[in-house]
């Protein structure tokens, strides 16, 4: 045909394409809405164990985020019964996020697994809900866990007990951990000692001041006997203002000031 019949043409196919590619992407946008859907769909019980594990733990970050009901809350409790590291570890998160109290026993049962992951986040949920008085044994006994983490949050969680300020059962438990080697650990020990406001813990705490594998590490020990405002920390605090490290003399001299 004339040139006129052959742009025509091509115009028509032009047309026809342009036509196909909005019916390609207006069908994808309509499915999106059912997709989301079906997504964000509580699911029951059953559905849930039906589920492999990275689909249970992307169902409970949704809880997480949007909170629980129907059936959520069988379902955050079966998923930390599983045998999925990720799956409780999830669940432990979730009932942490949501202050989900109960669910704390079976995170105090979880202090004893074999996970430090799982041992580390149910410290986590203990330590915010506080626990029972009877795990306080567990809790202290994870004070030597061997991850670092765990110890860590063990000493806090142990500090959330007022009864053992009173009865001081594992005071020296943690007094005799002063030779901790992780500094954040070092740091959580210090803060249970002055917690405790054991006056025979001040020797002890003083003799590691001479001890000290850091200036950081001085400084925050130099900070712990300050808070005591006990007569031998200021002693020693006027000692270390002589120290050959600036920054160490510049500290005791602050806390002088500000306890003394």
């Known amino acids: 045909g004339s040139a006129k019949d052959v742009c025509t043409a091509v115009k028509i196919l032009l047309a026809n394409g342009f036509i196909a590619l909005c019916v ?17 769909r509580r699911l029951t019980l059953e559905e849930f164990v039906l589920l492999d594990w990275q689909r249970q733990v992307e169902y409970l970050e949704q ?7 129907g059936d959520d809350d069988r379902i955050v ?45 149910a410290l986590l949920l203990i330590e915010k809900l506080h626990g029972n008085e009877a795990v306080l044994p567990q809790v202290a006994r994870l004070t030597g866990d061997k991850e670092w983490l765990v110890r860590e949050t063990a000493y806090r969680v142990l500090r959330t007990f007022s009864s053992e300020r009173k009865k001081r059962t594992y005071f020296y438990t943690v007094l005799f951990r002063l030779n901790e080697k992780n500094p954040s650990v070092v740091a959580e020990i210090y803060r249970t000692l002055v917690w405790y406001d054991d006056e025979s813990a001040w020797p002890y705490m003083i003799k590691r ?20 405002k006990n007569r031998e ?16 003399r510049q500290e005791a001299n602050d806390l002088l000031r500000e306890y003394f």
């Open 209 to 228: 001041s001479y001890h000290c594998k850091s200036a950081s590490e001085l400084i925050l020990v130099m900070r712990e006997l300050a808070r005591t």
């Open 77 to 121: 409790a079966y998923a930390l019964t599983d045998d999925d590291t990720g799956v409780i570890v999830k669940a432990l998160e979730v009932s942490h996020a949501l202050s989900l109290k109960e669910h704390l026993p079976r995170a105090e049962e979880l202090l004893l697994n074999n996970d430090a992951i799982i041992r580390w986040r």
């Open 63 to 69: 809880v997480a985020s949007r909170g629980t009901s």
């Open 233 to 248: 920390a200021q002693v020693r605090l006027k000692t270390l203002t002589r120290s050959q490290s600036i920054i160490v």
């Open 24 to 40: 390609v992407f207006s069908g994808g946008c309509r499915s999106a809405p059912s997709t989301n859907g079906e997504q964000n």
